[in-house]
């Protein structure tokens, strides 16, 4: 009986590293599209890039779905923002930049 708990326990903890580490690709490749779409030039993260906009805590102040209207529809959300629409970034890069830029709390 204590080994199949402890086997239990064993499993658990691999499927949450598993996951973890699944979270951390999916943000870093957030972190590639944010490049490649060359956020900086306007946006900075921790000093680095562009000064109209700090991204630094933007993942504790927006939901996902807020983050991904910036993105897509930034007019909706501000109708006098001067920020780029990119709505035809393919659904998984948004995903992935939605997921990085919620990495930053």
Known sequence: MKSAIIACAVLIL??????????????EHG??????????????????GG???AL??????LKPK?????IRT?????SNTTMKAYPNLPEKDLDALT???LSLK
Request: proline share 2%.
């Open 14 to 27: 691999c499927v949450g590293a598993c996951i973890v580490s699944a979270v951390d690709a999916v943000a």
């Open 31 to 48: 972190k590639q599209v944010y490049a490649a779409q060359k956020c900086a030039m306007c946006h900075s993260i921790s000093g680095a």
């Open 51 to 53: 000064k109209r906009l």
């Open 56 to 61: 630094d805590g933007v993942g504790s102040r």
């Open 66 to 70: 807020e983050m991904q209207k910036w």
């Open 74 to 78: 930034p007019k909706e959300m501000k």
């Open 99 to 101: 997921s990085y830029l």
